[in-house]
């Protein structure tokens, strides 16, 4: 089993169907990605995608943040999350 200490964590950011923004913490952002874009997709009637993608999906990462931890990818997210739809558009650039 591979020991989860010392994994690099990353904040992601998704654009959805709707245009909307979804913002998470992973240590695999292909693998989180298919997991949200499957999300009816059941594993031992375990829901591996977030809720939020039940009504829309997910299009395409546009996001990528390396480097941390799981508690300052934890705060991050936080922080990105309380960001306005405008200052998420430019942090990604778009």
Not at 61 to 76: F, K, L, N, P
Request: proline share 1%; hydrophobic share 30%; glycine share 8%.
């Amino acid at each position: 089993m591979k020991s989860r200490f010392g994994n690099e964590w990353y904040v992601y950011i998704i654009r959805c169907s709707d245009t909307s923004l979804y913002t998470g913490i992973t240590t695999d952002v292909e693998r989180r990605f298919t997991e949200h874009a499957n999300h009816n997709g059941k594993k031992e009637g375990v829901q591996k995608g977030a809720k939020y993608f039940r009504a829309r999906s997910p299009e395409e990462i546009v996001y990528v943040e390396g480097g941390h931890t799981r508690s300052t990818a934890s705060q991050r997210e936080a922080a990105i999350k309380k960001l306005s739809r405008q200052e998420k558009l430019l942090l990604i650039h778009v």
